[in-house]
């Protein structure tokens, strides 16, 4: 499995930005798709994650209602909507597959950087 991140950029406080997981390869479901973002100089942290069953959505409260989780199955890309972004929201934001047999993927990271 693969997992190619993108939509990454440059923006000023408030503006958004609209990030995609394209996941190829021997994909299947049930899985979880997920966002992660690391600051520099911090530790690795879940922004939000999505389920293949029923579309069961989580999110770091720091992020609730400002971003929003979504997948289209048919492509087997996960996406991460990003509004109202802050300063403190720069990191490098990584994808990640889950499956229940505990076998995890990482994409490659896409870096946002956010200037007040």
């Known amino acids: 499995v693969q997992l190619q991140a993108s939509g990454g950029g440059l923006v000023q406080a408030g503006e958004s930005l609209r990030l995609s997981c394209a996941a190829s390869g021997r994909t299947s479901s049930p899985n979880l798709m997920g966002w992660f973002r690391q600051a520099a100089g911090g530790d690795r942290e879940l922004v939000a994650m999505?389920?293949?069953?029923?579309?069961?959505?989580r999110y770091a409260d720091s992020v609730k209602g400002r971003f929003a989780i979504s997948r289209d199955y048919a492509r087997n890309t996960v996406y991460l909507q990003m509004n109202s972004l802050k300063p403190e929201d720069t990191a490098v934001y990584y994808c990640?597959?889950?499956?229940?047999?505990?076998?995890?993927?990482w994409g490659q990271g896409t870096e946002v950087t956010v200037s007040s």
């Open positions: 990640n597959l889950l499956y229940a047999s505990g076998s995890l993927y």
């Open positions: 999505i389920s293949s069953r029923g579309g069961g959505i």
